[in-house]
């Protein structure tokens, strides 16, 4: 990296950059008339990194009488940045903005594109900042990586003070012509105080050569940004379960529950067919979006409670989903606290979704995670539920919805800051114990907070749809495409900030579209990426076959994780995992042509004598010849896992 100086832009647009900064003790700092505005910038000792490792950290201070509003501060901007030889091979992590937003590697000569309408961009992308469209230009939320695979050289980039502020790390390289990389933190135009400070807002770095360098990089920043937040759950193993919502979706019914509960209760807890360890009631049980504790007694006429017994009775954990920052403007608890919402610059409440498995009119609204009241109401919710209720697992959705842009009451607060309220709240409410799943999350600001995190899109009973291909490009939409794509982009950061959620194991041959194939991928995903094994079916309906997929699915992964061409393509097709019994190998044909697949595994530095090895799936061999294993033609959409034992 050249010269890379802070620079900062104020609200109304114009911009700050210090030409020089002073020394002053072991920081540097600059100063700006007229408005007394201070930047201070450190370099502290990348204590628990190795030694490619740096940590800059930049501050603002007023030390002027008036408030200065602050769009955003660049921790550093540069011209320059050299990784391997040549640019115009260059592959950059794109991490997307929420747990739903598609993740994925771009070249140098490709692009990449937002959502393209406002309404379903405000539920999966970040609303303020629109992807850049420019050839070569990648903007990457909170973490990125970028390589350069003749050299193996990699550097690694992530924010250390997600929690205050989203940051992001943008490089303009169009067709490798290194224009700039930026390391830039959003205040959202918040107002700094006089007297006041901004946190320390810090980007960590780290450089890698060699095999797995992307990988090893990427995982090393998220790694010591994870300590950073003390994230949570990262040494239990992932918990198994039963989700009602890939089934039943918002029609589910205390019945329905009970039905897979008897099912579930024969097997036992940890069972040897679905080694289930908690039941989850999804969404539908409520009364409205926002009266959580107002149940929908049609539905569950014994009422939440007596339902999280019966779980508990059956010898599980009962989990139970809420949309904790989302009400309908039709809810009581709308109706009683109008000021509870989050407003536009009109005054009228901003639109957290239009969901149209709620209605497909009528938006939901967004409360004000900034207003003490607002906060108090949320930990409440969060205590009845876990507590008197007796749900021990809550899965919190729609999270984004805190951090929309609007007007709140607490003006200096940024979007990440207001979510990261609203989080804090939940977890005082729930207590130290339960365990908290994010959903529908902007990532950064949950570590430390949540015990799982949902990583990708929604499984859906097909493979993609036009939805996703025109109003998701592909990427973002509700697709078990995209759902498999991030559980493989997105496992650097499992057992790191979070346990990975890859969301539900949909193995059903009836009621979808799915071919046996497609569930295979899925499967493959889950298993050998070690994620939360969550099946969410109809289980008195299971075939024997598919039963046997979720019995396969378990004995996949447990080994040392990697995804050897996370780089080399946009959506990964190959999955290693490292076990001490034997170096298990995904491969994934995740296009939609038949190919004829040979995968190099001397390149991958798996040793393999020549022979056969097993296909895990199938049961038949797979010839293996000089570090080649000629896995033959395979469907679209479809997986082998061959299963190598060690030479
Ligand atoms: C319950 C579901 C499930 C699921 C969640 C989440 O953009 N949308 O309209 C949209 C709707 C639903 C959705 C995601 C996006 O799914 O991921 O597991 O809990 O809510 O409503």
Not at 27 to 36: D, F, K, N, Q
Not at 111 to 131: E, K, M, Q
Not at 480 to 498: K, Q, Y
């Given at each position: 990296?050249?010269?890379?100086?802070?620079?900062?832009?104020?609200?109304?647009?114009?911009?700050?950059?210090?030409?020089?900064?002073?020394?002053?003790?072991?920081?540097?700092?600059?100063?700006?008339?007229?408005?007394?505005?201070?930047?201070?910038?450190?370099?502290?000792?990348?204590?628990?990194?190795?030694?490619?490792?740096?940590?800059?950290?930049?501050?603002?201070?007023?030390?002027?009488?008036?408030?200065?509003?602050?769009?955003?501060?660049?921790?550093?901007?540069?011209?320059?940045?050299?990784?391997?030889?040549?640019?115009?091979?260059?592959?950059?992590?794109?991490?997307?903005?929420q747990s739903w937003a598609g993740t994925r590697t771009l070249g140098a000569y490709e692009s990449d594109a937002d959502v393209p309408t406002r309404i379903a961009r405000l539920s999966v992308t970040d609303l303020r900042h629109p992807s850049p469209r420019d050839t070569g230009a990648v903007r990457s939320d909170a973490v990125s990586a970028v390589v350069e695979p003749v050299s193996g050289d990699a550097i690694a980039l992530a924010l250390t003070a997600e929690p205050e502020a989203f940051g992001f790390v943008e490089l303009r390289a169009p067709q490798g012509a290194v224009e700039e990389l930026a390391v830039w933190v959003d205040l959202d135009g918040t107002d700094l105080a006089p007297g006041a400070s901004t946190p320390w807002f810090g980007v960590r770095v780290t450089t890698r050569s060699g095999q797995g360098a992307g990988w090893d990089a990427l995982r090393a920043v998220v790694a010591d940004v994870g300590e950073d937040h003390?994230?949570?759950?990262?040494?239990?193993?992932?918990?198994?379960?039963?989700?009602?919502?890939?089934?039943?979706?918002?029609?589910?019914?205390?019945?329905?529950?009970?039905?897979?509960?008897?099912?579930?209760?024969?097997?036992?807890?940890?069972?040897?067919?679905?080694?289930?360890?908690?039941?989850?009631?999804?969404?539908?049980?409520?009364?409205?979006?926002?009266?959580?504790?107002?149940?929908?007694?049609?539905?569950?006429?014994?009422?939440?409670?007596?339902?999280?017994?019966?779980?508990?009775?059956?010898?599980?954990?009962?989990?139970?989903?809420?949309?904790?920052?989302?009400?309908?403007?039709?809810?009581?608890?709308?109706?009683?606290?109008?000021?509870?919402?989050?407003?536009?610059?009109?005054?009228?409440?901003?639109?957290?979704?239009?969901?149209?498995?709620?209605?497909?009119?009528?938006?939901?609204?967004?409360?004000?995670?900034?207003?003490?009241?607002?906060?108090?109401?949320?930990?409440?919710?969060?205590?009845?539920?876990?507590?008197?209720?007796?749900?021990?697992?809550?899965?919190?959705?729609?999270?984004?919805?805190?951090?929309?842009?609007?007007?709140?009451?607490?003006?200096?607060?940024?979007?990440?800051?207001?979510?990261?309220?609203?989080?804090?709240?939940?977890?005082?409410?729930?207590?130290?114990?339960?365990?908290?799943?994010?959903?529908?999350?902007?990532?950064?600001?949950?570590?430390?907070?949540?015990?799982?995190?949902?990583?990708?899109?929604?499984?859906?009973?097909?493979?993609?749809?036009?939805?996703?291909?025109?109003?998701?490009?592909?990427?973002?939409?509700?697709?078990?495409?995209?759902?498999?794509?991030?559980?493989?982009?997105?496992?650097?950061?499992?057992?790191?900030?979070?346990?990975?959620?890859?969301?539900?194991?949909?193995?059903?041959?009836?009621?979808?579209?799915?071919?046996?194939?497609?569930?295979?991928?899925?499967?493959?995903?889950?298993?050998?990426?070690?994620?939360?094994?969550?099946?969410?079916?109809?289980?008195?309906?299971?075939?024997?076959?598919?039963?046997?997929?979720?019995?396969?699915?378990?004995?996949?992964?447990?080994?040392?994780?990697?995804?050897?061409?996370?780089?080399?393509?946009?959506?990964?097709?190959?999955?290693?995992?490292?076990?001490?019994?034997?170096?298990?190998?995904?491969?994934?044909?995740?296009?939609?042509?038949?190919?004829?697949?040979?995968?190099?595994?001397?390149?991958?530095?798996?040793?393999?004598?020549?022979?056969?090895?097993?296909?895990?799936?199938?049961?038949?061999?797979?010839?293996?010849?000089?570090?080649?294993?000629?896995?033959?033609?395979?469907?679209?959409?479809?997986?082998?896992?061959?299963?190598?034992?060690?030479?």
């Amino acid at each position: 990296m050249g010269p890379a100086l802070p620079a900062v832009q104020l609200s109304g647009g114009s911009w700050w950059r210090p030409q020089r900064l002073e020394p002053d003790g072991d920081s540097w700092t600059c100063r700006r008339a007229p408005e007394g505005l201070v930047l201070d910038l450190r370099t502290p000792a990348a204590s628990r990194s190795t030694e490619r490792s740096a940590v800059v950290e930049v501050r603002l201070r007023n030390e002027g009488p008036r408030p200065v509003g602050v769009e955003r501060v660049d921790i550093l901007a540069c011209s320059h940045l050299k990784v391997g030889e040549d640019p115009r091979r260059w592959r950059t992590y794109r991490n997307g903005y929420q747990s739903w937003a598609g993740t994925r590697t771009l070249g140098a000569y490709e692009s990449d594109a937002d959502v393209p309408t406002r309404i379903a961009r405000l539920s999966v992308t970040d609303l303020r900042h629109p992807s850049p469209r420019d050839t070569g230009a990648v903007r990457s939320d909170a973490v990125s990586a970028v390589v350069e695979p003749v050299s193996g050289d990699a550097i690694a980039l992530a924010l250390t003070a997600e929690p205050e502020a989203f940051g992001f790390v943008e490089l303009r390289a169009p067709q490798g012509a290194v224009e700039e990389l930026a390391v830039w933190v959003d205040l959202d135009g918040t107002d700094l105080a006089p007297g006041a400070s901004t946190p320390w807002f810090g980007v960590r770095v780290t450089t890698r050569s060699g095999q797995g360098a992307g990988w090893d990089a990427l995982r090393a920043v998220v790694a010591d940004v994870g300590e950073d937040h003390a994230a949570r759950s990262t040494v239990r193993a992932h918990p198994t379960g039963w989700c009602s919502w890939y089934y039943y979706f918002a029609k589910v019914t205390q019945a329905d529950v009970e039905e897979n509960l008897a099912v579930l209760a024969e097997d036992g807890r940890d069972g040897p067919t679905y080694r289930c360890e908690y039941v989850m009631v999804d969404d539908g049980h409520q009364s409205a979006i926002g009266d959580w504790l107002d149940t929908d007694r049609a539905d569950f006429p014994d009422g939440m409670a007596a339902l999280a017994e019966r779980i508990r009775d059956a010898g599980f954990d009962a989990g139970i989903w809420w949309a904790p920052f989302l009400v309908d403007p039709r809810s009581r608890i709308a109706g009683e606290h109008p000021e509870w919402l989050v407003r536009g610059a009109n005054g009228k409440p901003i639109v957290g979704i239009l969901n149209p498995v709620w209605s497909a009119t009528r938006p939901m609204r967004v409360l004000d995670t900034t207003n003490p009241a607002v906060l108090e109401h949320i930990e409440g919710v969060a205590r009845t539920v876990g507590s008197e209720w007796g749900y021990s697992i809550q899965k919190l959705d729609f999270l984004y919805a805190a951090a929309l842009p609007g007007v709140r009451h607490d003006p200096a607060a940024t979007r990440a800051q207001a979510l990261r309220r609203g989080l804090e709240a939940i977890r005082r409410g729930a207590g130290e114990e339960a365990f908290l799943l994010g959903c529908g999350c902007p990532l950064g600001p949950a570590v430390g907070v949540v015990d799982a995190m949902r990583i990708g899109a929604d499984v859906t009973p097909y493979w993609s749809n036009p939805i996703d291909r025109l109003g998701g490009r592909g990427w973002h939409g509700l697709a078990t495409r995209n759902a498999v794509v991030n559980t493989c982009t997105r496992s650097v950061f499992d057992g790191l900030w979070w346990l990975n959620d890859p969301d539900c194991l949909m193995v059903r041959d009836t009621d979808t579209k799915l071919t046996r194939d497609e569930v295979r991928v899925l499967a493959t995903a889950i298993g050998m990426t070690d994620g939360m094994v969550v099946i969410s079916d109809r289980l008195t309906r299971l075939s024997d076959q598919s039963r046997k997929m979720i019995d396969t699915t378990f004995t996949l992964g447990g080994g040392r994780l990697e995804v050897p061409d996370l780089f080399e393509r946009a959506r990964p097709e190959l999955i290693v995992s490292r076990r001490t019994d034997c170096v298990e190998v995904g491969v994934l044909n995740m296009s939609d042509r038949e190919r004829h697949v040979v995968v190099d595994l001397a390149r991958r530095g798996i040793d393999a004598a020549d022979g056969e090895v097993e296909e895990v799936w199938t049961g038949s061999p797979i010839p293996v010849r000089s570090g080649m294993a000629e896995v033959g033609t395979m469907p679209p959409h479809s997986a082998r896992v061959l299963r190598i034992p060690h030479t």
